[in-house]
Each structure stands twice: as structure tokens, then as C-alpha cells.
């Protein structure tokens, strides 16, 4: 989405180009072979003559057989236990694995308890993420119009959070545009563009001036406003730089010094524009409204 909703409209407008766990042990299982010796005890009694030597005899033969089943027996019981040992260091390492994986699940518990208490400002942040990039797409393309016009769309630098030092002493409605690169990487956007410097001390007036009535014996007369129809003024100075400016949105700064204001040349700007026989309540026609603006309002522009 950032690929196609931002990143390519971006380029678009402007081309790239280059610019300046805790393991526990069992015990050990020791297998205790008790071997019981079979003691046989062999009662033989004493008797006389040869079924007695034949009796003993056959007692001795059945002892080397029962010896001879013991050492079997023996040898099938160290086995066993041979095989007891394998199974107990088996068990051994099961229980060390049974550890890991308890350890490794608790670490994984903990993070999806963390992923869960942070899900809802998560999603908030996609979702005010997504309907940013949504928006950038119409937005982009508008300001690539108004590029190649050499204008700047202000609410463009206002969605890259972009501001100027000057602040409202250079304001962007007036600036122009010139060139723009996106870097190799597409990481880096380079805008170039010019703005003007107001100048907040000069202030352009308009005259709205009153028909005044001038009396004599038998006429009246109308005098009227004849002076300039407006004029840059200082407000830190008493003076005037220009008048009579034609203007539409903007007026570059006069090139001439700053003119003082003389009071005696103010009755200059006023003349009789005609007279005639009094009548009565003729006074009258000369009963105006005007509205009245103060500065700055209606009749205030910044001058650059």
C-alpha cells in the first residue's frame, strides 16, 4: 500500500535523480543388584559303603549345574541393568528437554500477553496509517498539477508535516515551484521552490472617502475626495511609499524611500465639484453611511 499508494505517486511527480532456562537433575536412579547367593546346603548323611560315595557324587554334580545357572542368571541381571542405566540417562534427557520447552512456552505466554494489552493501539495506528496512505494518493496527484503550473498546494506540505521558519512572514500560497527529485534509494524527496517575504510593518490603505457639503451665503456645494485611491504605509513611521497601486493578490515592495506625510498639502486632495441655489433641507443629500473598517480588516494587505 505504501509502495502504491505514496512511494509511486511520488515518483511520478518527481523522478529519481541525485542531489545533495533453569535445568533441573533427577537423581540419579542407581539400580541396586542385590545378588543372593543360594546357599545349598547339601545334607549328606553319613552312611556306610558305596551308596553313599554315589549319593555324594551326584550332590556335587547338581552344585556345578546350580553354579553354572547362577552365573547365567548373573550376566542376564548385569544386562538388565546395563539397559536400566540407558533408559534412566534417557529419562534424564527428556526431563532437561520437558524444562526447555516449559521455559521457551512461558517466554512465548509473556509475549502474547504483550501482543494482547497492546492490540487495540496497534490497530488504531494501522488504521490511521492506512487512511493516510489512502489519502496521499488524490492528494499527490493535485499537487503534481499544480507543480507543473508552478504552483505549491499547501495541504501537500501539510500532509509531510512540512513548515518553514519564517512562518506566516513567507506564506506558501504565494510561492513558486521550480524543480523536484526523489533520490535513487526513493528515500529522500528534494523540492525546490520560492517564497516572498512579507514585509508585516507596510500596510496597503484604500480611500473611502465622504461628499462633504460647503456652505456659503446663497449655494451649497459638494466638495470631493480627489486624492489617491490607496497607498503603502509604515506603521513604524509616518510616511507613504507608494499610490494609486494596481494590484491583484500580491505587490512587490517599492523600490522608493519612504515619503513623509506633509499636513498642509492634505487640502490639495479635496475640490469643489459643483454649487448650487439653496434649497431647503437640501443638507440632506449629503447624510452618508459608510462602513468603517479597522486596520487590519477588509482594507489591510500584507506587502511584500
Given at each position: 500500500m505504501y509502495e502504491e499508494y505514496f512511494l509511486s505517486e511520488i515518483e511520478n511527480m518527481c523522478p529519481r535523480g541525485s542531489f545533495n532456562i533453569v535445568q533441573s537433575r533427577k537423581k540419579r536412579f542407581v539400580f541396586s543388584l542385590l545378588i543372593a547367593t543360594l546357599c545349598v546346603s547339601v545334607i549328606v548323611p553319613i552312611a556306610l559303603g558305596i551308596s553313599a560315595q554315589v549319593t555324594a557324587s551326584a550332590a556335587?554334580?547338581?552344585?556345578?549345574?546350580?553354579?553354572?545357572?547362577?552365573?547365567?542368571?548373573?550376566?542376564?541381571?548385569?544386562e538388565i541393568a546395563e539397559k536400566l542405566n540407558l533408559h534412566a540417562h534417557a529419562i534424564e534427557e527428556l526431563q532437561d528437554g520437558?524444562?526447555?520447552?516449559?521455559?521457551?512456552?512461558?517466554?512465548?505466554?509473556?509475549?502474547?500477553?504483550?501482543?494482547?494489552?497492546?492490540?487495540?493501539?496497534?490497530?488504531?495506528?494501522?488504521?490511521?496509517?492506512?487512511?493516510?496512505?489512502?489519502?496521499?494518493?488524490?492528494?499527490?496527484?493535485?499537487?503534481?498539477?499544480?507543480?507543473k503550473q508552478h504552483k505549491l498546494n499547501i495541504p501537500f506540505f501539510e500532509y509531510l508535516n512540512v513548515s518553514m521558519d519564517c512562518g506566516q512572514d513567507c506564506p506558501l500560497n504565494h510561492g513558486y515551484a521550480q524543480s523536484c527529485r526523489l533520490s535513487s534509494d526513493r528515500k529522500k524527496l528534494h523540492l525546490q521552490f520560492t517564497v516572498p517575504i512579507v514585509n508585516q510593518t507596510l500596510k496597503l490603505v484604500e480611500?473611502?472617502?465622504?461628499?462633504?457639503?460647503?456652505?456659503?451665503?446663497?449655494?451649497?456645494?459638494?466638495?470631493?475626495?480627489?486624492?489617491?485611491?490607496?497607498?503603502?504605509?509604515?506603521?513604524?513611521?509616518?510616511?507613504?511609499?507608494?499610490?494609486?497601486?494596481?494590484?491583484?493578490?500580491?505587490?512587490?515592495?517599492?523600490?522608493?524611500?519612504?515619503?513623509?506625510?506633509?499636513?498642509?498639502?492634505?487640502?490639495?486632495?479635496?475640490?469643489?465639484?459643483?454649487?448650487?441655489?439653496?434649497?431647503?433641507?437640501?443638507?440632506?443629500?449629503?447624510?452618508?453611511?459608510?462602513?468603517?473598517?479597522f486596520i487590519p480588516c477588509r482594507y489591510q494587505m500584507s506587502v511584500i
Open positions: 556335587l554334580s547338581r552344585t556345578d549345574s546350580l553354579t553354572a545357572t547362577m552365573n547365567k542368571q548373573e550376566g542376564q541381571l548385569e520437558i524444562n526447555s520447552f516449559r521455559s521457551k512456552f512461558d517466554a512465548h505466554e509473556k509475549d502474547y500477553n504483550i501482543l494482547k494489552a497492546r492490540q487495540s493501539s496497534a490497530s488504531f495506528i494501522i488504521s490511521y496509517v492506512t487512511s493516510k496512505l489512502l489519502d496521499a494518493k488524490p492528494l499527490i496527484r493535485d499537487t503534481a498539477r499544480k507543480w480611500a473611502d472617502p465622504f461628499r462633504i457639503l460647503h456652505q456659503t451665503e446663497n449655494s451649497n456645494c459638494s466638495v470631493e475626495y480627489s486624492g489617491p485611491r490607496n497607498a503603502i504605509m509604515s506603521t513604524n513611521k509616518n510616511c507613504v511609499y507608494s499610490v494609486n497601486l494596481d494590484f491583484h493578490d500580491i505587490i512587490l515592495s517599492p523600490p522608493s524611500k519612504c515619503q513623509p506625510v506633509i499636513e498642509e498639502e492634505r487640502s490639495k486632495y479635496f475640490h469643489v465639484a459643483r454649487c448650487y441655489p439653496k434649497r431647503e433641507n437640501d443638507a440632506l443629500e449629503f447624510v452618508q453611511v459608510l462602513f468603517i473598517y
